[in-house]
């Protein structure tokens, strides 16, 4: 068995929303037109769901202009909850002025999930790295069902809370098709939280889907202020027991973590994959310095 049946929807949706952003400075300090909701005024959650999407579209060509770095753990979990099983990556992302993905591997031990029966393939990590992070944005919307399920604080944030559920799960025709195609884990099904004055996603929390002869963790990933303006993915965890054909179970535990976060524009130059130097592939451009203080407003990932 291969771990594609885990790693599919890693690679794919433990980013849900990276394309999105938040601004703590309303004003001046990003060239997307952000809309600010009065005290007591009301708007309808299709009025909601409009701007928010429009959002993740917005600020999709934001995202590029940022490189960052990405630390990844996948561990297959025994009794006790002794690790059995590893893997673990440490890389810098960037894009280049073409809007083409370049990785630079900075750390990347033997993996040792074979020890668990489990088998990462060269397509396996190609996946867990460069598949298209989910942003519910405005072109995906129709793929999608959404309800509104309330108002919720998370942290100190004021939110609007959505169910996520993706068109083809109702569909009988559409999943039969997706079944005999064996495509699966190609959506996101679960919770969105929204920001109530900026109409951003801040937190993220379900599974990818449809599940054929495959099992995806459930996941919950979280947002902070990166240079007192976007609110970009730093944490990602997941802690899930997946039950395959047979009873064959796997407990799995996923960390990733997003850091160094730094804006960059230009040409991008990456040197050789065994260069050391954390800012081998800054290139010319000259990217902005990381915020130095906490942002006035985050979420706060659980503590692992």
Do not use: C
């Not at 400075?25 to 999407?53: H, K, M, W, Y």
């Not at 039950?243 to 040197?271: A, E, M, N, S, T």
């Amino acid at each position: 068995m291969k771990i594609r049946s885990i790693l599919l929807s890693i690679s794919g949706f433990l980013l849900l929303g990276v394309l999105s952003a938040h601004a703590q400075n309303r004003a001046g300090n990003s060239s997307v037109t952000l809309s600010v909701v009065s005290p007591g005024q009301q708007i309808s959650p299709d009025e909601i769901i409009r701007r928010f999407t429009q959002r993740e579209s917005e600020l999709r060509e934001r995202w590029k202009e940022y490189i960052y770095r990405q630390e990844t753990k996948l561990q297959v979990l025994g009794p006790a909850d002794t690790v059995s099983g590893e893997f673990y990556q440490l890389s810098e992302f960037v894009l280049n002025d073409a809007g083409t993905r370049m990785e630079r591997i900075i750390k990347a031990p033997q993996p040792t999930l074979d020890r668990a029966g489990l088998v990462m393939t060269s397509e396996d990590r190609n996946a867990l790295i460069n598949l298209q992070p989910f942003a519910l944005t405005a072109e995906e919307l129709p793929k999608y069902n959404l309800k509104y399920i309330g108002k919720e604080k998370v942290d100190e944030l004021n939110t609007y809370v959505f169910e996520v559920t993706p068109k083809v799960l109702s569909d009988p025709r559409e999943l039969d098709r997706a079944r005999k195609q064996k495509v699966e884990g190609n959506f996101f099904q679960g919770r969105v939280w929204v920001d109530d004055q900026d109409f951003q996603i801040v937190k993220t929390a379900g599974k990818t889907v449809p599940e054929f002869k495959q099992r995806f963790p459930k996941f919950e990933t979280y947002r902070e202020n990166i240079d007192g303006r976007y609110w970009f993915p730093t944490y990602t965890y997941g802690d899930d027991e997946l039950v395959f054909d047979k009873g064959f179970g796997v407990h799995v535990r996923l960390v990733v973590r997003y850091k160094d976060y730094r804006r960059f524009q230009g040409d991008v130059r990456i040197l050789d994959n065994n260069a050391d130097d954390p800012d081998a592939s800054k290139g010319t451009g000259k990217p902005a310095k990381p915020a130095e203080k906490e942002p006035e407003k985050k979420t706060k990932p659980p503590q692992s």
